[in-house]
């Protein structure tokens, strides 16, 4: 990583010599921007930070999908031992969920909760860390997600896509139904976990800006003392 950092640094000096010569400062440019080597060895700093935080991010997803896929076909808790006789589907649009809700009381509570509310809970955490995964955002310094990466349509498609896959297999494999209210309810939760996602990335904005608005009062009242 030195051996790396050091021939970038021979590169921006090479290419800004004739303006560091011209200034008389110990100062080049780094992506259009006159800054100093300081700066550039804490932007260095920085970057790997967050490749940390992206790895981290990243076995997180991994771990939450493994999980996810255990209690969707093989937990015996939920009858995914028991295989289904024949091909099931529910192709009509609220028919289970109305289900659910008139025959509460036979069902029993447990089972509604992990019908309805678990399958919107269940996918939370993919709408939340989605827009997390991706090395772009996690460049130039910056934890704020560009719109391209985090954008509603990217993270409503995803989950819809990645519900479809698993009711597809669940029917395949006959260890469940195919249930277009599964796959409602499981978007409306990526979706759910990515307006959590946008709120949290709100305050750590917030907090960026209060923090370098700080700073530059802290560095101009400094200044005026001197």
């Not at 499981?186 to 800006?209: D, E, H, M, P, S």
Request: charged share 20%; hydrophobic share 45%; glycine share 8%.
């Amino acid at each position: 990583m030195a051996f790396k950092f050091l021939i970038c640094g021979v590169s921006y000096l090479a290419l800004d010599l004739p303006g560091i010569l011209k200034s008389g400062v110990h100062s080049f440019t780094f992506r259009g921007k006159s800054i100093s080597k300081n700066r550039i060895w804490r932007i260095e700093l920085k970057n790997q930070k967050n490749n940390g935080y992206l790895r981290a991010i990243r076995l997180l997803f991994y771990l939450y999908i493994i999980v996810l896929f255990y209690f969707l076909f093989f937990s015996e808790q939920f009858g995914r031992d028991i295989r289904t006789d024949g091909y099931r589907c529910n192709l009509e649009l609220f028919k289970e969920i109305k289900r659910y809700i008139n025959y509460q009381h036979r069902v029993g509570s447990l089972h509604f909760i992990i019908n309805i509310y678990g399958n919107i809970i269940a996918f939370a955490p993919f709408g939340f860390l989605l827009p997390l995964l991706s090395k772009a955002n996690w460049t130039d310094n910056s934890f704020v997600m560009k719109r391209k990466v985090r954008g509603f349509f990217t993270v409503l498609l995803s989950g819809m896509f990645f519900s479809v896959t698993i009711e597809v297999i669940q029917l395949v494999f006959q260890v469940g139904i195919f249930d277009v209210d599964d796959i409602l309810m499981n978007t409306v939760g990526g979706l759910i976990g990515y307006l959590f996602f946008l709120l949290c990335n709100w305050v750590v904005v917030a907090l960026r800006r209060k923090k370098r608005k700080g700073e530059r009062y802290e560095a101009a009242k400094t200044s005026k003392t001197k």
